[in-house]
């Protein structure tokens, strides 16, 4: 069984659906069951015809509580709205400004000179991508997104964040690292929102650029790259002994779990 992944959507940003990848066991990941997105803030995606017949059951937003009051979900008639906030209580990231840090420079809200003082943007995103790992309550975070998956009873979910590329992508990557996807078909499925994501925040970075930004050091904190996926990852690995361990003492997910996401998820 083949996707296309890519759902062109008028009103919502960066639309895929995560099926279709090939799992170790032979299957794939289930098309039209687990998707992800850019925040559904747009007031035209509850008619939207390409986010509509998705026929969404639960849509998870993944944003802290300043960025869902700034630019509030609308969601298709239907669909349950879960918040769960990866970044409460994780101290140091900047993953959450991402959608919001180009337009605050350009409005003259954040300093370019004393935001790129001492900027080492990708040291920051590695950072941000370890602290998914390694925080206890960004790790909580996870968990409760994967039993929002769960509860879905197999219907269809979407995941989203701001721009659907950090949280979101590791989200993507523990739920198809969970039921058994291939290393690279993680990797692969990472790095496809590349496109939409800088198309996502180019306006901004022209905005930001028009005050005298250096926007390539800005750039970093906005793309997709493999060494960020990596360095959580590495962290998996040096931590918990890989995923299994991962999942079982860093989540905090049951074997029965695991198993119930299998059979929501894969197409043997």
């Not at 747009?42 to 639960?58: H, M, Q, R, S």
Request: charged share 25%.
């Amino acid at each position: 069984m083949r996707t296309s992944h890519e759902i062109p959507s008028a009103h919502l940003p960066n639309l895929r659906d995560v099926g279709g990848w090939p799992t170790t066991s032979g299957g794939v990941v289930r098309p039209g069951t687990l998707f992800r997105s850019a925040a559904p803030s747009d007031p035209g995606v509850p008619t939207d015809p390409a986010v509509t017949t998705l026929g969404l059951d639960v849509v998870v937003d993944m944003r802290t509580a300043a960025e869902a009051e700034r630019r509030p979900d609308h969601l298709p008639r239907g669909a349950r709205l879960v918040r769960v906030d990866i970044l409460a209580s994780t101290s140091g990231s900047l993953a959450s400004l991402t959608g919001t840090l180009p337009a605050a420079i350009a409005e003259g809200r954040v300093s370019p000179d004393a935001f790129l003082a001492d900027l080492d943007a990708r040291a920051v995103m590695e950072h941000t991508y370890e602290q998914f790992v390694t925080e206890a309550p960004a790790r909580a975070g996870f968990a409760e997104v994967a039993r929002s998956v769960l509860s879905a009873g197999g219907r269809p979910t979407l995941l989203h964040c701001t721009a659907g590329k950090d949280r979101t992508g590791w989200a993507v990557a523990v739920l198809m690292a969970a039921v058994g996807a291939t290393r690279d078909a993680v990797f692969e499925e990472y790095l496809a929102v590349s496109p939409a994501v800088r198309a996502l925040f180019a306006p901004d970075l022209e905005r930001a650029a028009a005050v005298g930004l250096d926007a390539d050091r800005l750039r970093p904190l906005l793309d997709v790259d493999a060494a960020y996926l990596k360095a959580a990852l590495d962290l998996v690995d040096a931590d918990f002994g890989g995923f299994d361990g991962y999942l079982r003492s860093g989540l905090g997910l049951a074997d029965d779990e695991l198993d119930e996401l299998r059979v929501a998820l894969v197409d043997a």
